[in-house]
């Protein structure tokens, strides 16, 4: 008898198909990836030696008041790491997109609406908040004290991660290095996803040329920007053992959303500060 192949996980998501844009609330558009695909890969379904969340940063948000007027406003979202789904980026627009013609009496009405819905798709409590658009100092571009991996003058042959490459000297530090040379492809679709990642640790210097190669490394690796952060934090992990890391990606949007993906084993989670590509 022939065994029968595992049905497609992600056969259900509409990313990747033709979608019709549906202007009336529809929470039944969202649609949740479980985040258990990923970590059993990387062997850490049960336990995961990390913490975090994801931050959504939103510009495409619309509504209508009670006169049918339209309103508009700047979306933050943040999903805890450790809930069982993360949300699917196509579906999320969709989702937002939903609001375009409905009516609310007010800001708050919507972020109770939001932080509902989201919050049963991840299964788990997720932080809604909207920001005026005059509040322009909360999205302001932000430079972080880090040092550059960019410049390095490298020669690169592995475009799939390549842990392997990460080497470690003896040295005990405590760095903050910068990239933003990242680049991976989705998981569905294989569009370019592009960002640039914070790496800050504690422990055995890992010099820094095999760090940009590993990284630059993704550069055709097909995988969701969530799971392309905990990969990156679990091989450093493994390869090069810091007592402290920590692993920070700001990806540019894609449908008025980006996605930022916090990792950390010491540390609480960075302010939501963008950088100039986003």
């Not at 937002?96 to 609406?113: E, G, I, K, M, P």
Request: hydrophobic content about 35%.
């Amino acid at each position: 008898m022939t065994e029968k192949k595992p049905s497609n996980p992600l056969a259900h998501l509409s990313l990747g198909k033709v979608s019709e844009y549906i202007d009336h609330y529809s929470p039944n558009l969202l649609q949740a990836v479980p985040r258990s695909l990923n970590r059993e890969d990387l062997g850490i379904v049960e336990q995961q030696p990390f913490h975090g969340c994801d931050i959504w940063n939103g510009y495409e948000l619309s509504w209508l008041n009670k006169k049918g007027k339209p309103c508009v406003a700047l979306l933050q979202v943040t999903v805890p790491a450790d809930s069982p789904n993360l949300i699917e980026s196509k579906s999320f627009k969709l989702y937002l997109n939903s609001f375009n013609q409905w009516r609310l009496t007010n800001s708050q009405a919507l972020t109770d609406v939001l932080r509902r819905d989201l919050s049963v798709c991840a299964g788990a409590e997720v932080d809604v908040k909207l920001f005026d658009l005059n509040a322009a100092s909360d999205f302001a571009i932000h430079q972080y004290d880090a040092e550059s991996l960019d410049d390095l003058d490298i020669e690169v042959d592995h475009y799939q991660p390549t842990p392997n490459v990460l080497k470690c000297t003896d040295t005990q530090v405590q760095r903050t290095h910068i990239s933003h040379l990242l680049k991976s492809n989705c998981l569905i679709t294989s569009q370019p996803d592009w960002a640039s990642v914070i790496i800050r640790y504690q422990g055995n210097e890992i010099c820094p040329e095999s760090l940009l190669r590993y990284l630059i490394s993704f550069r055709q690796h097909n995988e969701f920007h969530e799971q392309c952060v905990e990969r990156i934090f679990c091989d450093i992990l493994h390869q090069c053992q810091p007592k402290k890391l920590t692993v920070y990606a700001r990806y540019t949007r894609r449908g008025g959303l980006d996605i930022n993906p916090f990792r950390s084993n010491f540390e609480t989670n960075y302010p939501n500060h963008r950088l100039v590509r986003q």
